[in-house]
DNA sequence: AGTTTCTTCCTAATGACTCTAGGAAAGAGG
DNA sequence: CCTCTTTCCTAGAGTCATTAGGAAGAAACT
């Protein structure tokens, strides 16, 4: 019998692309099996079980797009270094929608595994790092790194689920956003508590 | 045989507590069944699949949702109009956290039951018609609604999934987080493209 | 009351899926 | 060549979704 060369990485990286192809909630252990060519039982020593495989695919494409938004804002600053994080990230969910869908559902993943994965430190060092430019102090910092990533995130859901159905072309109204969003964190510090309409 | 007194709506409802309590993507048809002392086979009546009842309870959530944001907007205005509806909808996901992540996956739903679901369409006019005291035209109007809508939408979402791990309290981003989207609203018109950092 | 009809719920059955236990065989190291 | 570990298989139990067809309650008609 010709070995099939599992290892753990194989069967989440199969995992993931069926992800892509087929929708995260159609990926199961047999047909993640039988793209392999192995039978389902055999996947169970590389992979606790389907919850395990799903934490492993999200660690898979966190890693992944941090990596795309690291390449894309190297040596950018401010509203360029904005704009191509947010396109990097708005891309990487665009080209793989299982592998997003993944990173976005309640994580309960293995502590121990997630330890070892370098994408979500890395995102927020990253995140960090970049709106540092903007000159805010904690906790401002962190209030703006929280509103960027609900933005960014919840449009790309929200585009992904479909519900931007009006005419207006989403595109547009993505660059509106963003140049908001720059805005935005330019005046940050000047919009505290207080003034009513 | 005493009947159980199955409708549509009563298999939804079940449907909707079962995914308050154990989580969305643990509905499954035996487990509503069961919980209405009923074989699995009899659910088939009113419901025309798993997919279907998962639709229905995105729709009574839209709509239930709604309802409370309607009534805690009522005679609000401005800001004040704008934190209560932001509350409204997030005290909603916290209060139905499966309800809310069935409204989130992207929706297949039958369309004609969808025509009839007064939630998803109201909730657009209520957003709308808020956002018209900021006196916005379209297009902004729409990118304002998008923008609006991400945000809270993304806020939560990550909330939900316990993407806001840093010390910081939820709480005070969040109060942060309504200060700078009404800013931004009341100056829509100012950041228009252009103007790098 | 008796009959018809519709709806509601059941039994029965199929096929897909998850996951466990125990065995065989391939490759590595001695 | 022998032993050990890893890798993969066979077998099997249990859950789930879904369909088909039947029985029994309710309501309407005679």
């Known amino acids: 019998m010709a070995r099939a060369g599992l290892t753990a990485d194989r069967v989440t990286l ?7 192809e087929v929708g995260l909630d159609h990926v199961t252990m047999s047909a993640v ?3 392999l060519g192995v039978k389902d039982a055999s996947l169970y020593a590389h992979v606790r079980n389907l919850e395990d495989l799903r934490g492993r695919i999200a660690l898979l494409a966190a890693d992944e797009k941090t990596i795309r938004i690291a390449e894309a804002t190297a040596g950018r600053a401010g509203k360029d270094a904005l704009v191509a ?3 990097a990230y708005r891309d990487y969910a665009h080209e793989h929608p299982g592998r997003y869908t993944a990173t976005q559902i309640p994580m309960h993943i293995d502590p121990e595994l997630l330890a070892q994965a370098p994408g979500p430190r890395r995102a927020i060092e990253l995140t960090y790092s970049m709106l540092r430019a903007y000159r805010l102090d904690e906790p401002d910092l962190t209030d703006a790194v929280r ?7 919840g449009f790309i859901n929200l585009e992904a689920a479909g519900g931007f159905a009006h005419a207006r072309p989403v595109e547009d109204s993505w660059a509106r956003c963003l140049d908001a969003l720059h805005t935005l964190l330019q005046n940050w510090h000047e919009h505290r508590e207080g003034d009513p309409a």
């Open 33 to 35: 099996a039988r793209r």
């Open 85 to 87: 994080y947010a396109n």
């Open 147 to 153: 509103m960027m990533r609900s933005m960014l995130h």
């Open 14 to 20: 199969t995992g993931a692309e069926l992800a892509d």
